[in-house]
């Protein structure tokens, strides 16, 4: 069982920076697959990043180049560094965990409760 909880979401000027922090309960956070995913009002949720257990990363195209995803395993903590940020970004953003990398919200059991940004134009 693990625990996850969001926080550094807020408001943010387009081409500003925000970084999430998604802090895990437990002692096996080494052991599971980290991702981001954000959902907007009226939207699915959909995929924004994720990084293996070995720190390897994938990323959705919307944000390749200006999203940053890491973990710190000693810390039991993900990370998502959001530069040049857009209007569009604004959404809910959740972590969450599971056993492997994947693209799919529902393959991962475990999730936060969200962090809300908002970039206005």
């Known amino acids: 069982q693990v625990q996850l909880v969001e926080s550094g979401g807020g408001l943010v000027q387009a081409g500003g920076s925000l970084r999430l922090s998604c802090a895990a309960s437990?002692?096996?956070?080494?052991?599971?697959?980290m991702g981001w995913f954000r959902q907007a009002p009226g939207k699915e949720r959909e995929f924004v990043a994720a990084?293996?257990?070995?720190?390897?990363?994938n990323y959705a195209d919307s944000v390749k180049g200006r999203f940053t995803i890491s973990r710190d395993n000693a810390k039991n903590t993900v990370y998502l560094q959001m530069s040049s940020l857009k209007p569009e970004d604004t959404a809910v953003y959740y972590c969450a965990a599971g056993p492997i990398l994947t693209m799919t919200p529902r393959q991962y059991p475990y999730w936060g409760q969200g962090t809300q940004v908002t970039v206005s134009s």
């Open positions: 990084v293996t257990r070995s720190a390897s990363t």
């Open positions: 437990g002692h096996t956070f080494s052991t599971y697959a």
